[in-house]
């Protein structure tokens, strides 16, 4: 059994769902990021996304781009990251490690000694998130050996014959984008994306992760009802960036986590 | 490869050999799979040919000239430099040659508002026409470098009815536009039509731009033919993301003619302050599509630098990319205060004020000229008028014409 799925039998045994959180790694530097992902972990996050800056985030709203540029100037790269990947693994055995990028990075670090070092770090899936299912068959194709999940997207956009398609090539969970725009973008519209949410899970014996908009605890209770995980990205970045000065940034993240993570608990 | 196969391309999955694709968010793919659908139903229908001939014949102004350079081809001492006339077009660029089709595209797939990235303004200008002309809500997102440098064209756009975006991400220039662009996109996507001004970004772009754009080849076949009685030795084109080099190239691409596309070589490749993306680049993945970038050793992206913001970009189209593997297409580059020289001889010698951009490919028909002999023709693509520019020519000392 991988590390994602008992994190989620051992979720579903205690009525909680995931909380998922998403950190540019190496924001605001990389002791300190260190610092404030230990700190999450420690207060109730179930899965990590591990984000990789990226010059051009395309898909991203001003708040991750700005902790993206952030990282990237305090020197933070592919090779970095995944020594990140190494250390978390170190100190917290069980939680599921989400490397999250944009596809240049990877390509130019080379695809297979992507896949060989941070399957060998502990990485337990990656999202790439202009890589749709039409593309990543170069990506993939060249990962011979232990598995990594591709986590793969589906978006309010996507019609169902495809949500089929994509559900179907999946593997460790789904994320489903709540809404149109990019990461970060206000206000959630829970009734939409939870009838998507159900036809998903229809079609498919993956859990569900829904993410964007998502920024309180109540939005969070919200999508929990349907969905098995609720991913956080943008609302903690903020908190990191409001509070650069803060000596107890780490502490801070970590009340914020947990605020969340009481959320995720069903009654 | 027989020469013929060089037009083969994309295949239905939108590659160009390796390059190409679509590297986008999941959210943006019905819209390009819907894109396609109605590109391939519409675009080669006679109707819509039609319709498409008459917008650029009566209002746009095809076809261009094609302009025999005898006083510049003198001077040079060698070979006969034509000049195919896209500067005269309507909005002062062959941008608009493509912003017109996708505009009428946008209508018959019953869009009402369109959104466009511009570098120089040109493509900005052009797709604020069209969609005047439509009748359409326009957006067009600039990066505030280059709103410093196109003062003109902010203006143009907005007289045109159009809003410009400002965009402060990255560096401010073209490829924040577009990064911006992209974002807005994917906000507004069941309503908006994204009009794309070069033969960049994912498929179905890179071949729906060019097949706006080859008018200007077919048309140079026609001129050419007519004139000269055969075609010509070799050609000449601007490349920044590379529409109007493609426009012209394709038609030719299995004829027996030389070609060769100029990109900006800024202060020189060697001070790396430049936008020679196929001459100094690598393979990558930017904007939707892989192709070659200037990029670090960790696939970050680059800055771009060139005297013309229509070159300011680290990509470059796709098509390019394979042309350049196939050794088809020979690709140089220009430094800024060469393509400023060219710029100042055209202004001179056959009165006539270039783009920046196509200042680059004037440049190089020139030292081509030169080593050629009488009988041999070169054909340039003038892309772009250099009204635009003034302001920019205005702070070089002095423009050395020679």
Known sequence: MTRIEKTFEKLAAANEKALVAFVTAGDPDPALSIDIISSMIENGVDILELGVPFSDPTADGPVIQRSSARALKNGMNLGKVCGMVGAIRKKFTDVPVIVFSYYNPIYAYGIEKFYRDFVSAGADGVLVV????????????????????????????????????????SDGFIYMVSKTGVTGSDGLDAAESSGQVERLKEMTRLPVCVGFGISTPADVTQVARVADGVVIGSAFERTIEDNMDDPALAKRLGRQTSDYKAATRMK | MTQEQYRHYPDEKGHFGQYGGRYVAETLMPALLELEAAFTRFVPDPGFQEELTVMLNTYAGRPTPLYYAKRLSDRMGG???????????????????????????????????????????????????????????????????????????????????????????????????????????????????????????????????????????????????????????????????????????????????????????????????????????????????????????????????????????????????????????????????????????????????????????????????????????????????????????AGVDEIRGK
């Open chain 1, 130 to 169: 202009d890589l749709p299912p039409e593309e990543s068959e170069e990506m993939t194709g060249q990962w011979t050996g232990d598995p990594l999940p591709l986590i793969r997207l589906v978006a309010p956009t996507t019609p169902d014959d495809r949500m089929k398609r994509i559900a179907r090539v």
């Open chain 2, 79 to 393: 070979a006969a430099i034509y000049l195919k006339r896209e500067d005269l077009l309507h909005t002062g660029a062959h941008k608009i040659n493509n912003t017109l089709g996708q505009a009428l595209l946008a209508k018959k797939m019953g869009k009402t508002k369109i959104i466009a990235e511009t570098g120089a303004g040109q493509h900005g200008v052009a797709t604020a026409t069209a969609a005047a002309y439509f009748g359409m809500e326009c957006k067009v997102f600039m990066g505030v470098e280059d709103i410093g440098r196109q003062a003109p064209n902010v203006k143009r756009m907005e007289l045109l009815g159009a809003t410009v975006e400002p965009v402060e991400s990255g560096t401010g220039t073209l490829k924040d536009a577009m990064n911006e662009a992209m974002r807005y996109w994917v906000s507004a996507i069941r309503d908006t039509f994204y009009v794309i001004g070069s033969v960049a970004g994912p498929h179905p772009y890179p071949a729906m731009v060019r097949a706006f754009q080859v008018v200007i080849g077919e048309e140079t076949r026609r001129q050419v033919m007519e004139k000269c009685g055969r075609i010509p030795d070799l050609l000449v084109a601007c490349v920044g993301g590379g529409s109007n080099a493609m426009g012209l190239f394709y038609p030719f691409l299995h004829d027996d003619v030389a070609i060769m596309g100029v990109e900006a070589a800024g202060t020189g490749i060697h001070t790396g302050k430049h936008a020679a993306t196929l001459t100094a680049g690598s393979t990558g993945v930017l904007h939707g599509s892989k192709s070659y970038l200037l990029q670090d050793a960790q696939g970050q992206i680059m800055e771009a630098h060139s005297i013309s913001a229509g070159l300011d970009y680290p990509g470059v189209g796709p098509e390019h990319a394979l042309l350049k593997d196939l050794g088809r297409i020979t690709y140089m580059s220009v430094e800024d205060n060469e393509a400023l020289e060219a710029f100042g001889t055209l202004c001179r010698v056959e009165g006539i004020i270039p783009a920046l951009e196509s200042s680059h490919a004037v440049y190089c028909a020139m030292q081509e000229a030169k080593k050629r002999k009488p009988e041999e023709i070169i054909v340039v693509n003038l892309s772009g008028r250099g009204d635009k520019d003034l302001g920019i020519v």
